[in-house]
């Protein structure tokens, strides 16, 4: 379903209805329209929201979602969760997602410290970001 533009934000409205009574998605909003709904969420203060409305954009397929998930785990301090999703975004190539768990190597957030292992994260998220096809997944 392509996006189309909605002058009186009813999609958007009924997508914050969906999260808020944790209902089907009989619209069918895109991954896109999920990501702006959790940060009008967030924006509002409410993050378990915000979270539901990741997972939902999650399980369609984003994986920039999966590092902002992340980011809201670690806010919270449930570290687990936030480099189990750090750790999905890495996998998938995500370079918030590879930036954040070099962070937490490096300063030994969650993880045993390794500068090493933070240095190699961070070196393959440049390599993606310019698109240097040499370097190797770590």
């Known amino acids: 379903m ?17 999260i808020i009574y944790d209902g089907e998605d009989k619209i069918g909003l895109t991954e896109d329209e999920y990501d702006r709904i959790a940060f009008d969420f ?15 954009s999650i399980a ?3 994986v920039r979602a ?4 992340g980011k809201l785990y670690e806010k919270e301090g449930n570290l687990a969760e936030a480099y189990k999703w750090y750790l999905e975004a890495s996998l998938a190539d995500d370079v918030k997602g590879l930036k954040n768990l070099s962070r937490l190597y490096e ?5 045993e410290q390794s500068f090493s292992r933070a240095e190699k994260l961070l070196r393959y998220a ?3 970001e310019v698109g240097d ?3 190797t997944p770590p």
């Open 60 to 62: 369609q397929g984003s």
């Open 126 to 128: 440049e390599s993606i």
């Open 2 to 18: 392509e996006f189309q533009y909605d002058p009186q934000r009813r999609r958007h409205v009924e997508g914050w209805n969906i």
């Open 133 to 135: 096809d040499l370097i």
């Open 66 to 69: 999966m590092s902002e998930l």
């Open 42 to 56: 967030i924006m509002n203060g409410m993050i378990n929201e915000a979270k539901r409305c990741y997972i939902r």
């Open 107 to 111: 300063k030994g957030i969650y993880v």
